[in-house]
């Protein structure tokens, strides 16, 4: 019996990432065009750099794209592998993502396998396998399947206490993925003091972890000298982003430049609570739940002054709410977090579970002020998944086990096939726009749109979103002169084209339309300068 269950879970596996791949239609997610330019400029020579300008202060314009450099560098760096292994390509990154979500499966079964018994471990990995929240990541090319895959591993190394230099190695090079791994180092370090109090490890031991952890990050902390970063954290120098009211209908990004978070926190700790309640009350939180305000698009994510308006807050109906299962907390994710929550009760891992669950949590608080978006919970979830697992099912009988992945899968599956892929209708036009652009600009050309990260990657030409008000686009002509295009792209029925506005007009008359593709909904046009 147990042998056919491993032969499942391995054939979940694979039935799975097949379900991936035939739901993949190309890059979607600004991130993961973002990590594709990095990763291609790279192997170009180029370094952390992409071709998106964001506008920022006047002490920041230039064509070097700065918010790249503050990007974690073990995803981007693992793509342009992979390029120079398969070939820049689309694909290339999926196949590398998958290829991490299946590494992460394997951990979750090693992990599992070790903490209870193999029953555990096959049932953890179908659930976590068939989670909406890492297929829907995986599928969008982007670092969340690579973070897990680092994260179990370096929960492994902890639990087992067995390498002092791989536990080290994981934990540099699981924060080098996403820095917000900082708010578990604690609980690590913590956990290795229980350990050694109760003489299960040594001083010694404790040493080469640390020294192994700093040892990996010193070739980045290096570079963030030399760039004028902080060694450690590069969000140090990180910018509050402002969304105006007219947000999203002219994706308009504002940035304020912010040398020290710590100092702007203390000087506006009072908008600073006050947004960040507004956003965990009626924005983070019931979307963790799978209630709430579920069009993430609509909600402005940052801090912004008083003076501004919020942006209009849709609630979503009930067909909403299932057709975004696979990208917010589906049901089954917040049964998991309830009985986890419960192990710290009974549980003799107690100790283990507290010091995970409570480092995981502290930064779903912490971010919920400053960056409020679900991709923070992910792990959490999963390895809520893991213990519940373990501690509850665990002696479950092979009949009921069967039942229950059934009805489990089955589930997982509708959900899965619901997700929303990218219409040929639109991919076909959409590419040849782009071809169209590359051919009528040169390199050193700088093109206005709205949508640059798709733009930037596909035509290797510098991208800069698109202004809302004729002032500021006046503005960038003069920051940027080699700003001669202005490239148009909606996929939805859109009323700025259709519309009067200043800023329509004045493009209406300094520049000449020599692109222009409507059908349906989909609207493309490219302007260039007279």
Same mark, same amino acid.
């Given at each position: ?25 190309? @890059?979607?997610?600004?991130?993961? $065009? ?64 998958? #290829? ?10 090693? @992990? ?14 179908? %659930?976590?396998?068939?989670?909406? /929240?890492? +297929? ?40 080098? =993925? ?6 578990? *180092? ?30 990996? *990050? ?8 030399? +760039?004028?970063?902080?060694?450690? %954290? ?9 969304? =105006?009211?007219? $947000?999203?209908?002219? =994706? ?21 609570? /006050?947004?960040?309640? $507004? ?25 912004? !002054? ?5 942006? /209009? ?22 049964? %998991? ?15 283990? $579970? ?14 919920? %002020? ?8 992910? !792990? ?38 619901? #997700? ?8 076909? !036009? ?12 040169? /390199? ?22 698109? !202004? ?14 080699? +700003? ?18 200043? @800023? ?27």
């Amino acid at each position: 019996m147990r042998k056919k269950f491993v032969y499942l879970a391995t054939a979940v596996l694979i039935f799975m990432t097949l379900c991936i791949f035939f739901k993949y239609s190309g @890059l979607r997610v600004q991130d993961g $065009y973002d990590y594709a330019q990095m990763a291609r400029n790279i192997n170009d020579g180029n370094f952390f750099h992409s071709h998106v300008i964001i506008p920022l202060t006047v002490e920041k314009q230039t064509t070097s794209n700065n918010h790249d450099m503050w990007r974690p560098p073990v995803f981007p760096l693992m793509i342009a592998a992979f390029f120079l292994l398969l070939g820049t390509s689309e694909v290339t990154i999926l196949v590398m993502c998958v #290829t991490a979500y299946c590494i992460f499966l394997v951990m979750v079964y090693i @992990l599992a396998k070790h903490m209870y018994n193999e029953k555990a471990a096959i049932l953890s990995l179908i %659930f976590v396998g068939f989670s909406p /929240e890492i +297929c829907w990541y995986t599928l969008n090319c982007l670092r969340e399947p690579v973070f897990c895959a680092f994260l179990v591993g370096s929960i492994y190394c902890l639990y087992t206490c067995r390498n002092a230099y791989i536990l080290g190695i994981l934990c540099a090079t699981t924060y080098l =993925t996403r820095y917000n791994f900082l708010f578990l *180092l604690p609980s690590f370090a913590i956990y290795l003091l229980v350990k050694y109090k109760r003489k299960d490890i040594n001083k010694a031991f404790i040493l080469k972890v640390a020294m192994a952890f700093f040892i990996t *990050l010193s070739p980045w902390c290096v570079r963030n000298i030399s +760039c004028g970063l902080s060694p450690f %954290f590069t969000l140090q120098r990180y910018e509050v982003s402002l969304f =105006t009211k007219d $947000y999203p209908h002219y =994706t308009v990004y504002r940035h304020v430049h912010v040398p020290q978070p710590l100092e702007y926190t203390v000087n506006n700790h009072d908008d600073v609570l /006050e947004k960040g309640l $507004y956003y965990s009350a009626l924005y983070y939180w019931p979307q963790a739940l799978g209630i709430g305000p579920l069009h993430t698009q609509n909600i402005p994510r940052y801090f912004f !002054p008083k003076s501004l308006e919020f942006a /209009e807050l849709k609630t979503a109906t009930w067909g909403d709410f299932f057709r975004v299962q696979s990208r917010q907390f589906s049901l089954h994710a917040l049964v %998991f977090i309830v009985a986890a929550f419960s192990l710290l009760f009974y549980s003799k891992k107690r100790i283990f $579970y507290a010091l995970i669950i409570m480092g995981i949590l502290l930064q779903v608080l912490v971010l919920s %002020f400053v960056h409020p978006v679900m991709r923070h919970c992910i !792990p959490f979830v999963l390895l809520c998944t893991v213990f519940v697992c373990g501690e509850y099912l665990q002696k479950i009988s092979w009949g009921k086990l069967r039942l229950m992945i059934a009805v489990f899968v089955t589930f997982s599956f509708v959900v899965m096939m619901g #997700t929303r892929s990218a219409s040929p209708a639109w991919q076909q !036009p959409t590419q040849q726009s782009m071809d169209f652009v590359k051919s009528s600009t040169q /390199e050193t050309d700088c093109i206005a749109t709205n949508v640059p990260f798709e733009l930037s990657w596909r035509t290797q030409r510098f991208a800069l979103w698109l !202004p809302v008000t004729v002032e500021d686009y006046q503005f960038l002509e003069k920051a940027y002169p080699n +700003c001669r295009y202005f490239y148009y792209h909606s996929r939805k029925n859109n009323a700025w084209l259709n519309t009067s506005s200043p @800023l329509k007009e004045y493009l209406q008359n300094n520049y000449q339309l020599i692109y222009q593709y409507e059908k349906g909904s989909l609207l493309i046009y490219f302007f260039r300068k007279k």
